[in-house]
């Protein structure tokens, strides 16, 4: 079982990536800019954005794939991958609003958004590639 889901999760990773670097490269880059450029790094640490990824990552399989392949629910993948995104970015940006100073409430809210829409994609995907591995017995 664990070849599985080390397959799994390096199946998950591309999947991950794809999706949101859509959102932060593309679609949202500048409203991140506008709302954040005043404290945005000129450049990104990659280091630490691919290991937050790759953890991160661990929770969504942990927390919400899972759980859904055990249940055999696509349906189960979307909501707790809804569950976790929405709490996990949550404690992100509430934290931020709480402590930092002018952190935008904008992107709060669209950010929290963005993290639950976010993790139900992927854990939804990651549950169809987990199936799918499941029953080639790739």
Request: charged residues 10%; hydrophobic residues 60%; glycine residues 8%.
């Amino acid at each position: 079982m664990t070849a599985y889901y080390f397959k799994l999760y390096l199946l998950t990773v591309p999947i991950f990536f794809a999706i949101d670097l859509i959102w932060l490269g593309v679609v949202a880059r500048g409203f991140y800019q506008k709302h954040l450029g005043y404290i945005l790094s000129p450049e990104v640490n990659w280091a630490a954005a691919i290991v937050f990824y790759l953890v991160y990552i661990v929770g969504i399989i942990f927390f919400a794939v899972r759980p859904a392949l055990n249940e055999q629910a696509l349906l189960t993948a979307f909501l707790l991958g809804a569950f976790f995104g929405f709490i996990t970015y949550a404690t992100y940006d509430l934290t931020n609003l709480a402590t930092l100073k002018g952190w935008p409430l904008i992107i709060v809210v669209v950010d929290i958004a963005w993290g639950t829409l976010l993790c139900s994609l992927v854990a939804s995907g990651s549950f169809l590639v987990g199936r799918w591995l499941k029953q080639s017995r790739v």
